[in-house]
């Protein structure tokens, strides 16, 4: 891990928290009807904007970690590290909120497209920016 970049980190995580902020913006209508906490507010409150660019952060620290770890260092590792962690995080566990918690498979399916973008970017990025 010694040889992370941080300063790749630190772009990963602003580009993945810039790729989030449009994909929400993009499928705010969507959302708000779909999910009765979203309609209830125009902007989420301030201190969500923080704490989401804290957890980006973690995200892409342990990516790049793993990419660190399995010495991916060009695009086609990259992007199937993100998809393989996508389909066995995200995908899996939103899955399991439409099965058993009658989350509408639209509201899923629009975070599970943000997971896949933010994945994918920070991978991406992490891997070729050494």
Do not use: C
């Not at 040889?3 to 602003?14: E, H, Q, R, S």
């Not at 980006?56 to 992007?79: E, F, K, W, Y």
């Not at 993100?82 to 399991?96: D, K, R, T």
């Amino acid at each position: 891990m010694s040889d992370m970049n941080y300063l790749a980190i630190v772009g990963a995580t602003v580009a993945a928290f810039a790729f989030s902020s449009v994909w929400y913006i993009v499928f705010a209508k969507q959302r708000a009807r779909l999910n009765s906490a979203a309609a209830t507010k125009a902007r989420p409150p301030s201190w969500m904007m923080p704490v989401e660019l804290l957890r980006t952060l973690v995200l892409a620290l342990v990516l790049a970690g793993l990419a660190s770890q399995l010495r991916i260092a060009d695009g086609t590792s990259a992007v199937k590290l993100a998809v393989a962690l996508w389909i066995g995080f995200p995908l899996i566990l939103l899955s399991g909120s439409v099965i058993y918690e009658n989350v509408p498979w639209k509201l899923a399916a629009i975070h599970v497209g943000d997971w896949l973008g933010k994945l994918l970017v920070i991978a991406i990025v992490v891997s070729l920016w050494r």
